[in-house]
């Protein structure tokens, strides 16, 4: 337990070997560790002035949260670091989503490499100001299942801190794993003496998926992290007319593909409609969705993204959806998102300074 780390053996919500708390609480019962923690010299975590030190040249932090999985919080992650690298920011994303850790195939990393310099190990770059970290790029297979307690993981979030040599940064995205368990508890209380921006909340617009975004909400202001915005993905499915299926059910209740048919009747009969959206709900959005949640809760809603077939083909190819205009749907909806966000919080000013 050298450094006041976290053993590997200990129980699951270990409060640490130099907490008050430690071989008293509730959760050290049975824990082999036990007496040596009670009885062992308490003081300052050193590693925490080595955070401190890496955090010291990176401007600004964001949290990425979610209540649930499976909203598009690191597809957004994602999109938002890509988003920010094209306006010249110095842009890092940690993905310390430890059992789940989907980053590199969305920035389209995969099978890279961490390598380790004099300074720490070194993020794999997207681009020369993109910048990423995830235990993704430790796994011997991709397909290997991450089976750790909290005490492990949280170790690991205190080494990204620590050992990565990030550099100069304007922002570091942390994308984190859905829910309020010890990954975030740790990531805050780690960061906490070198300041944190705030939080990104993603939902979608469904009462069970805002049920659990209400209780990241109420996380968010007991450990005094600024709430920045509610985003609603998957607000309603919304694609170009002409890339839509058409099928036609038989009298036996099979479904013809008649998808040509359609498309030629309209470039003769209606060719106005092939610059068209067609849109729909998905989720139902009859209680209001994360906008009346924002509005009861007090916290600014930043907008929603519709799902867009051609963002998610994006992230599964891990490229930014604002290199071309196949994202047709989502990519202006996610960028309305990213201004809005950046000039609530001031980071507009940085644009000029920079240009200065």
């Not at 640490?16 to 007496?35: F, L, T, V």
């Not at 989720?283 to 007090?298: K, L």
């Amino acid at each position: 337990m050298e450094n006041g780390e976290i053993p590997e053996n200990a129980n699951e919500h270990c409060p640490g070997p130099q907490a008050d708390s430690a071989g008293k609480s509730d959760a050290c019962q049975g824990c082999p560790n036990q007496e040596v923690c009670a009885t062992a010299p308490k003081g300052p975590d050193p590693d925490l002035v080595a955070i401190t030190e890496r955090m010291a040249t990176v401007k600004h932090k964001i949290l990425v949260l979610s209540g649930k999985g499976g909203v598009g919080k690191s597809t957004f992650s994602a999109q938002l670091s890509f988003a920010l690298a094209a306006m010249d920011f110095q842009v890092g994303l940690l993905d310390i989503d430890i059992c789940g850790p989907s980053v590199p195939k969305m920035l389209g990393l995969e099978g890279q490499d961490v390598h380790q310099s004099n300074l720490g190990w070194s993020p794999v770059y997207v681009e020369s100001n993109l910048g990423v970290m995830s235990i993704g790029f430790m796994l011997p297979n991709p397909e290997e299942a991450v089976i750790w307690r909290g005490p492990r993981k949280n170790g690991l979030i205190k080494q990204f801190l620590k050992d990565v040599y990030w550099g100069e940064l304007d922002f570091l995205i942390v994308d984190a794993p859905p829910g309020t368990s010890d990954e975030h508890i740790s990531i805050v209380q780690l960061l906490e003496a070198t300041g944190i921006d705030g939080a990104i909340i993603v939902t979608t617009p469904q009462e069970v998926s805002l049920i659990d975004v209400r209780k990241e909400v109420s996380f968010c202001k007991k450990v005094g992290v600024q709430v920045l915005g509610v985003v609603e993905n998957m607000s309603g499915l919304c694609q170009p007319v002409m890339d839509f299926k058409f099928t036609k059910m038989t009298e036996t209740g099979e479904q013809r593909d008649v998808t040509e048919w359609v498309k030629e009747y309209v470039r003769e009969k209606a060719p106005e409609i092939q610059d068209l959206f067609a849109c729909t709900e998905v989720f139902d959005s009859s209680g209001g969705g994360a906008e009346r949640m924002s509005r009861e809760m007090g916290v600014p809603f930043l907008g929603k993204v519709p799902l867009d077939p051609q963002l998610c083909k994006a992230a599964e190819e891990g490229r930014s959806c604002f290199i071309d205009k196949k994202c047709g749907a989502s990519a202006p909806a996610l960028k309305m998102i990213i201004e809005k966000l950046i000039e609530n919080q001031g980071f507009s000013r940085m644009l000029v300074a920079d240009s200065a």
